[in-house]
């Protein structure tokens, strides 16, 4: 039986609480909720490194690009512009894991 619960466990980069507090931040309209759950994905991203799973970084993207469109100023054609190629950057990358992850 102890063999069988090894070999169960999984390594993840994130404490219950991190992975909540990103949870939830999702959910969030509040900017500094974002720039926190932000921190701590990247903070995931440098400990696991190189083999980081890749929905960490699109969630990351997810939420920068979030956080960019409430921090906009509506007037501001080229800020606009880049918000959009952002968007476009961010729906791509989660097309082609979808892709990759269930093809």
Same mark, same amino acid.
């Given at each position: &039986?102890?063999?069988? @619960?090894?070999? *169960?466990?999984? +390594? +993840?980069?994130?404490?219950?609480?991190?992975?909540?507090?990103? #949870?939830?931040?999702?959910? !969030?309209?509040?900017?500094?909720? @974002? *720039? #926190?759950? +932000?921190?701590? @994905?990247? &903070?995931?991203?440098?400990? &696991?490194?190189?083999?980081?799973?890749?929905?960490?970084?699109?969630?990351?993207?997810?939420?920068?690009?979030?956080?960019?469109?409430?921090?906009?100023?509506? !007037?501001?054609?080229?800020?606009?512009?880049?918000?959009?190629?952002?968007?476009?950057?961010?729906?791509?990358?989660?097309?082609?894991?979808?892709?990759?992850?269930?093809?």
């Amino acid at each position: &039986m102890h063999a069988n @619960l090894i070999e *169960r466990v999984r +390594v +993840v980069p994130f404490t219950m609480r991190e992975w909540n507090i990103v #949870k939830d931040s999702f959910l !969030s309209q509040d900017g500094q909720e @974002l *720039r #926190k759950a +932000v921190a701590l @994905l990247a &903070m995931w991203k440098c400990r &696991m490194g190189n083999k980081a799973p890749i929905i960490i970084e699109i969630s990351e993207l997810v939420l920068r690009v979030i956080i960019m469109d409430k921090e906009r100023d509506p !007037s501001d054609w080229f800020t606009n512009g880049n918000l959009k190629l952002v968007y476009g950057s961010v729906i791509i990358r989660w097309v082609l894991f979808v892709e990759k992850w269930y093809y």
